[in-house]
């Protein structure tokens, strides 16, 4: 299916609702960097350009749909287990809340597009786990991002 979006578009805001109107097998290439469930809330300084921006990189339960909670469980069962292996809530909310996209993700991706994943070391080894549930582990090499201290 041809694409329903113009070429080198740039979209800003979730991704979600974005990805849910795109044709299927529309894309070539993903790269996302996502939160990174840091526990953490960030805001810019006063007197920056980005001046008034604030980010939440905290989760809970409350902060997703629980009928996506429900529908992994019941359409996706290894996607489901890796939900269950989060030790926190805030862990399992936050995976519920990526696994939503991945499987948009799969869903718009051709099937010799690629994904890049920019991830550090806090829910790395999840994220992994839930692409191989969804993309197949076979092709999916993971690297997670280290700080270089610069």
């Known amino acids: 299916m041809s694409a329903n979006w113009a070429n080198k578009t740039i979209w800003t805001g979730d991704n979600l609702p974005i990805m849910r109107g795109m044709n299927p097998a529309s ?28 980010f939440k990189d905290t ?7 629980a009928e996506w909670i429900n529908l992994i469980e019941s ?11 989060a030790m926190t809530n805030s862990g399992k909310s936050y995976l519920a809340y990526m696994a939503a996209r991945l499987l948009e993700m799969r869903r718009i991706l051709k099937s010799t597009g690629s ?3 920019h991830c550090d070391p806090t ?12 993309f197949g582990g076979g092709g999916v090499m993971f690297s997670d991002v280290r700080s270089s201290g610069i």
């Open 75 to 85: 359409k996706h069962p290894a996607l489901h287990r890796v939900l269950l292996a």
């Open 59 to 65: 989760w809970s339960l409350s902060d997703v749909d």
């Open 27 to 54: 894309v070539d290439l993903i790269y996302l960097d996502p939160p990174f469930n840091s526990n953490t809330n960030y805001a810019a300084p006063i007197g920056s350009k980005a001046a008034g921006a604030e």
């Open 115 to 117: 994904i890049y994943l």
């Open 123 to 134: 829910m790395s080894h999840y994220l992994k786990l839930l692409m191989d549930a969804i």
